[in-house]
Every structure is written in C-alpha cells, then in structure tokens.
C-alpha cells in the first residue's frame, strides 16, 4: 500500500486548522499510520528542504517550520501521494482552486499551510527522516472493504 509524508506547518497549527486538515484525508478515505506533534530541529529541517539547499528561500523554509510546533503525518492509500497533492492544492495559494486546503485557507506562499511529498520516491525519504518504524502503525480501518474492491 502507497504512503505519504504530510506535515501541518506552523501556520496551520496557529490558525487552528489541524482537525480541518486531518477530517479532509480522513473523508477521502486514507488511513493514518503516523502522527505526531513536534518541535523541528533545524537539522531535520535541513535535511527535509536539502533539495532547496542552493535557493535563496532555503534559510527562510528553515526558519519558519522551527518557529513552532509542526504536525508531521504518515497517510496510507491508493494512490495516496497524487490524491494528497490534490487535496493540499497548488504550491501559491493564489492560484490554488477553491476545495483545496491552500485554496480554501491559504494565505501566501510563504504560509501555504501544508507540506505534502510531491512523489513515491519523496514519500518514502521524508517518512524515514520524520518516523522511525517503530511510530509507524499498520492497522486495517472496518470500512476498507466499503471503500475497495
């Protein structure tokens, strides 16, 4: 089964919306496996924008999701990594639609809410750098069977 890294961000925290963003994943019919809230360290966040080591926002990524405390989330689901970045919306949520997280309570760019790995490959590094496989639960929810074939 497909799994990917979600993580609330300190702005989504602040302005109240994790419940929001969790009853969206929920609703769509994903299982949580991994939860937790946490303070960053900037060497996790390092390591999670290291991509965008050589951009001049790089210290700024850092900066903000050490700020305060993050909501870091591993989903479980067909095809749960396309769906979840369908869910979240475009990166700006100037241009993300209406129905998506970033659509609906995006502000800026810069507090855009929500980070979601942007493939299976992603998925699996940013699960292994937030979790360890001892915090990861494997559980079958009773509505699978309503949900696939």
């Given amino acids: 089964m497909e799994r990917t890294f979600l993580a609330i961000k300190p702005d989504g925290i602040q ?4 419940g929001e963003i969790i009853r969206r994943f929920e609703n769509k019919g994903f ?3 991994g939860l937790k809230l946490m303070n960053v360290s900037r060497e996790l966040a390092q390591q999670h924008y290291d991509v965008h080591r050589e951009r001049p ?7 903000f999701i050490t700020s305060a405390p ?8 067909d095809g749960v990594v396309a769906s979840a970045r369908k869910i ?4 700006n949520p100037l241009t993300a639609e209406p129905g998506t997280l970033r659509g609906d309570f995006g502000i800026n760019i810069g507090r855009n809410l929500i980070h979601g790995s942007d493939a299976i490959e992603t998925a699996q590094r ?7 496989t ?16």
Avoid: K, N, Y
């Fill in 88 to 91: 979240i919306g475009a990166t």
């Fill in 134 to 149: 001892e915090e990861l639960v494997s559980w079958q929810p009773e509505l699978t069977p309503w949900l696939h074939e």
């Fill in 31 to 33: 299982t949580l496996v």
């Fill in 57 to 63: 926002f790089f210290a700024g990524l850092v900066d």
């Fill in 126 to 132: 940013e699960i292994s750098l937030w979790f360890t």
């Fill in 70 to 77: 993050v909501v870091a989330m591993v989903w479980e689901g």
């Fill in 15 to 18: 302005r109240g919306l994790v």
